[in-house]
């Protein structure tokens, strides 16, 4: 065997075991199956319940942060807020507001402004008198754009299918734990919403939503295609009196485009 030979022939052998090594064992394989689940599939795991612990008030809303824009502070929805699809007089909110909060009532309701990528922080509470089971038990939800709607729903102690609990991106998604809290207290959604990247009119990056349940993550950077633009923010009536507060959306701004330094003296 000639040296060239004898190199080749090792190199052979190397990258032979190297193939070998990167083969996943049979019991490696089974593992890494996912099974794949239709919309409202009861078959579907439960998400694990975790205690959400206290990073957020569970008896006062919070001060929203210095740059948000505040859509409702407890007072009014008149100024922010519209019946979804109604004009004039009709598309004055017919939502209860009293104490700081305001309860869902004859209908959705719909943002007037529309926002792109920013942060959306909603306070919410479901009754504390417990009516109805799985989709019957104080449901709403929290729709951005072309993103799934946010669940809203009672999913302490009640079962549904997984996409449709609290937390849940809507038929899509289960949220990756349970971390509601009881009936009637007061939980929190922050919501990351990334618009669609389109170039010379081609999707180039897809839209990203993050969302975190009471302070807990349940939802990381999970893609959407399709292209869609500025959205308004919706709140969905599904009949039962969910309360809302303390709602906010900052818009996400890009690193770098502060304040100048000061000037060196
Ligand atoms: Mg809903």
Redesign the pocket.
């Known amino acids: 065997m000639s040296p060239r030979t004898a190199i080749v022939a090792a190199l052979v052998t190397i990258a032979a075991f190297a193939v070998m090594a990167q083969e996943p064992k049979k019991d490696e394989l089974k593992k890494e199956e996912k099974k794949s689940y239709k919309p409202g599939d009861m078959t579907r795991p439960r998400p694990k319940v975790v205690d959400p612990g206290s990073t957020t008030p569970a008896d006062t809303p919070g001060k929203p942060p210095s740059d948000a824009i505040v859509l409702f502070g407890g007072t009014s929805l008149k100024e922010e807020w519209v019946r979804g699809g109604k004009k004039g007089d009709e598309a004055i909110p017919t939502w209860k507001v009293e104490n700081g909060y305001a309860e869902v009532k004859g209908g959705g309701i719909q943002s007037t402004r529309k926002f792109g990528d920013c942060q959306v922080h909603i306070e919410w509470a479901t009754p504390k008198e417990v009516k109805g089971n799985s989709q019957g038990r104080g449901?709403?939800?929290v729709y951005l754009g072309g993103f799934s709607?946010v669940?809203?729903?009672d999913s302490f102690n009640n079962d549904t299918y997984p996409d449709g609990q609290a937390g849940a991106l809507?038929s899509r998604f289960p949220p990756l734990v349970n971390a509601s809290r009881k009936p009637g207290e007061w939980q929190v959604y922050d919501i990351i919403a990334q618009l669609p990247k389109v170039e010379d009119g081609k999707v180039t990056r897809p839209g990203r939503i993050t969302v975190l349940h009471n302070g807990v993550l349940v939802h990381h950077a999970v893609e959407f295609g399709g292209k869609f633009g500025e959205f308004n923010i919706s709140l969905?009536d599904?009949g039962n009196p969910v309360r809302y507060r303390n709602i906010w959306v900052r818009k996400l701004g890009e690193y770098d485009d502060g304040t100048p330094p000061p000037e060196k003296k």
Do not use: A, D, F, K
């Open positions: 449901n709403s939800g709607e669940q809203v729903l809507y969905q599904h």
